[in-house]
């Protein structure tokens, strides 16, 4: 069975510019959530989706925006980049709700 | 102070036991985690125990929970360096938008040396 996959592995976007990172979850996985990983702040919860439906929202600002398809995959968009936006940003798909979530690799971003 | 708190940093000698410990500030918790991230990796869950139990046992890992004092520890017995790691712990609850969130600590970097 693949695990959830993350793609690009790396990426270097300029202040300014947009991204949009890709998360496919384990098949029959439902849930997808994304991380944002610093050494100063450690890991912070972005948002959540089940079945199309964004359910949660962590304190982010509007820049940060997600969506998820039909087929469970789901894309995080960051628009006007920061340099402070540079992270591993992690997505993790569950079954459901409340039941233990496998991460993917994560897409290493770095802002110049 | 955040909800889950663990100490950054443990050394150990090979083939000794690590003992990692986590505290977490929420009693309506209902799963514990313990995730594991090797460099340049995402998070490998490692083991999880329900807020009901007290103990539970997986190979080489042994993970206590103490509900009464909100504690949580993660127990590696005869650790290799291939151990070395930063260790996670994470707790999840009902939320007020009706979804388990799970909330991380900072991690625990755990040095293996011979």
């Known amino acids: 069975k693949a695990g959830v996959t993350q793609t690009p592995r790396y990426l270097i976007k300029t202040r300014g510019q947009q991204v949009t990172l890709s998360c496919s979850p384990i098949s029959g996985h439902r849930s997808v959530s994304w991380y944002q990983q610093t050494p100063g702040q450690g890991l912070q919860f972005l948002f959540e989706y089940f079945s199309e439906t964004q359910r949660n929202k962590g304190n982010f600002p509007g820049r940060f925006s997600g969506r998820q398809f039909s087929n469970s995959r789901s894309e995080m968009n960051v628009s006007t980049l920061e340099l402070g936006d540079s992270a591993l940003y992690l997505c993790?798909?569950?079954?459901?709700?409340?039941?233990?979530?496998?991460f993917g690799q994560g897409t290493r971003l770095t802002v110049v | 102070g955040e909800d889950v708190e663990q100490s950054l940093f443990l050394s150990v000698r090979e083939g000794d036991s690590s003992v990692i410990n986590c505290t977490y500030t929420?009693?309506?918790?209902?799963?514990l985690y313990w995730y594991k991230q090797e460099p340049g990796a995402g998070l490998q869950l490692l083991t999880y125990?329900?807020?009901?139990?007290d103990m539970k046992q997986d190979q080489r890992l042994t993970v206590l929970l103490n509900k009464k004092d909100k504690h949580l520890s993660l127990r590696i017995a005869d650790t290799q360096t291939g151990d070395s790691a930063i260790y996670f712990c994470?707790?999840?609850?009902?939320?007020?938008?009706?979804?388990?969130?799970?909330?991380f600590g900072r991690g625990t970097s755990l040095i293996v040396h011979p």
């Open positions: 994470a707790e999840t609850r009902l939320r007020s938008g009706g979804s388990y969130i799970p909330t």
């Open positions: 993790a798909s569950s079954v459901r709700e409340n039941t233990e979530a496998f």
């Open positions: 125990i329900f807020s009901n139990m």
């Open positions: 929420d009693s309506s918790s209902t799963y």
